[in-house]
Structures are given as structure tokens and as C-alpha cells.
């Protein structure tokens, strides 16, 4: 068979098929993030504290260029670029001022929202100055308010962004494990680390759970980040930072590039 036949036939079976209609819609969405515009919501994970390189006009938000969205835009060049997530950010901060930049045009929205809310710097404060029972004790709070009150602070978030950006593709990523555990580490106790860690699975589910029903796409980091927990001896997250408290148990510029980078350009296309 001559090859413009071939080719035409070969056109006309995968039409017959329907798998050229699904390749072009592939082809359409995994362009859409670079030809639209790209807006970074969220807190501290996403404005990159403990990435370093701060820019100096962000201010206390503390936006780094070494943070996930900021080498995702860099790598693609969209049509626009907004990063406006914000260190220390909770939905109703997100919801007051990160949304200006949503519009019909957006294709693609990324966000880590959730851990402050739920009282994030309390627990590991308390974990790291207090005993394992209050350590404990304030996990259990937090996990209280994950479920009875964050569900609903998440919709919010999300039910705005659909409204902004009817036509975006929102990614919501969410928190890595904090440690490494059956380490010999010095630091917190064993107990401590576990429940830590528990606390960040248990509201990695709720942020999944209600991120599904809004038909985003959650981006799990704990994949990445395991190896490269405190402890491993190759850690992306900081510890206790004597220097720069803020960049406690914050990724690193190693977690933003190896860890949560690569979940959005995957998760983006």
C-alpha cells in the first residue's frame, strides 16, 4: 500500500475508533496550561518558604523564584503569570486577596491551602517544646477541626475558583510526610514523629476528598518526598531553624524542584 493510503487509511480507522478525537482533546489540554495564563495560590508551600531567593517585592509573603510555581512558569512561559500565594495564608486569606488574578482566560490554577487553618504552626510548636501527650493532644484538635470545619473553608476556596476560572485546570497539591521514621534522629521523639506524620495524611485525605468533588485534580507530594524526609539524611524540609524560625519544617529548595514541581508539570498536562 502506497504511503498516502496507508496514511489515509490508517486516519479514517483511528477516526472510526474515535482515538484521533481523544488524542486531539489530549493534545488540546496538555497545551492549554502553556497558551493560557497561570495563577499560583496558597501558603507557604506554594510561596516557597524555605526555598531561599526571596523576591524582595513580595514582602512578608515571602514568594521565592527556586518555588514550584514560580520553575513551572519559567519551564512553560504561559500567555500570564500570577503568583500571589502568600507565606502564612488560610482560605479566607485566600479568598480575600489571591483571586484577583482568575479570570475566563486562566487555564491553569495551583494551590496548597488547608494547613493553617487547621492550626499547622500551633502543632509543631507545641510538638517541639511540649511533651508527647500535648504534642498529641493538639494533633487531635487539629484533626477535630479537619473534620468538622475545613470541608466546608475548602469549598469555599474551590466553589470561588470555578467561578473565576470557569475554564482552568486546578491542581491542588498538598503536604508532605515530615519524617523518616525507625531513624536514629535527634530531635523529636518517635511518637511525636508518627503522629506528625498521620496528622499530614490525615489532612492530605480531606484535601483530596473535597478537591475530587470539585473535579480538581489533587497532586500527591508524599510520593516524591519519601527518601527525602527529616531523618533520611537527604531531607527536602528543614527541621527547627534556629535562624529563620518560619522556614521550620518548610521545603527546601531541593523539595520544591524534586518535590512538588515535577507533581504539577504531571499533573498539569
Known amino acids: 500500500m502506497r504511503r498516502s493510503r496507508l496514511t489515509a487509511y490508517v486516519t479514517s480507522l483511528l477516526l472510526a475508533t474515535g482515538f484521533a478525537l481523544t488524542g486531539a482533546a489530549t493534545a488540546q489540554a496538555s497545551s492549554a496550561a502553556v497558551t493560557g495564563g497561570y495563577v499560583a495560590l496558597g501558603d507557604s508551600y506554594s510561596s516557597g ?39 502564612g495564608a488560610t482560605t479566607d486569606d485566600v479568598l480575600a486577596g ?54 466546608g473553608k475548602l469549598d469555599a476556596v474551590y466553589n470561588a475558583i470555578s467561578a473565576k476560572a470557569p475554564s482552568a485546570r486546578v491542581v491542588v497539591l498538598g503536604y508532605p510526610r515530615f519524617y523518616l521514621l525507625g531513624q536514629t534522629c535527634l530531635g523529636l521523639s518517635e511518637t511525636k514523629r508518627s503522629a506528625i506524620n498521620g496528622a499530614a495524611d490525615y489532612i492530605d485525605a480531606a484535601i483530596q476528598k473535597r478537591a475530587l468533588d470539585h473535579d480538581f ?3 500527591d507530594v508524599r510520593t516524591p518526598f519519601s527518601g527525602h524526609e527529616i531523618c533520611s539524611g537527604s531531607s527536602w524540609l528543614h527541621s527547627v531553624n534556629w535562624l529563620s524560625i518560619s522556614e521550620s519544617y518548610h521545603p527546601t529548595a531541593a523539595g520544591q524542584s524534586g518535590g512538588y514541581l515535577p507533581v504539577l508539570t504531571n499533573a498539569a498536562s
Open 49 to 87: 518558604v524555605g526555598a531561599g531567593s526571596y523576591i524582595s517585592s513580595s514582602g512578608n509573603c515571602d514568594r521565592s523564584t527556586k518555588a514550584y510555581p514560580y520553575l513551572w512558569n519559567a519551564a512553560h512561559s504561559p500567555s500570564s503569570f500570577a503568583f500571589n500565594a502568600c507565606s
Open 98 to 151: 489571591q483571586l484577583g488574578s482568575l479570570d475566563s482566560s486562566t487555564a491553569l490554577v495551583s494551590v496548597t491551602i488547608g494547613g493553617n487553618d487547621a492550626g499547622f504552626s500551633d502543632v509543631m510548636t507545641t510538638c517541639v517544646i511540649s511533651s508527647d501527650s500535648a504534642c498529641l493532644s493538639k494533633i487531635n484538635s487539629a484533626k477535630a477541626y479537619v473534620d468538622s470545619t475545613l470541608p
Open 217 to 219: 485534580v489533587f497532586g
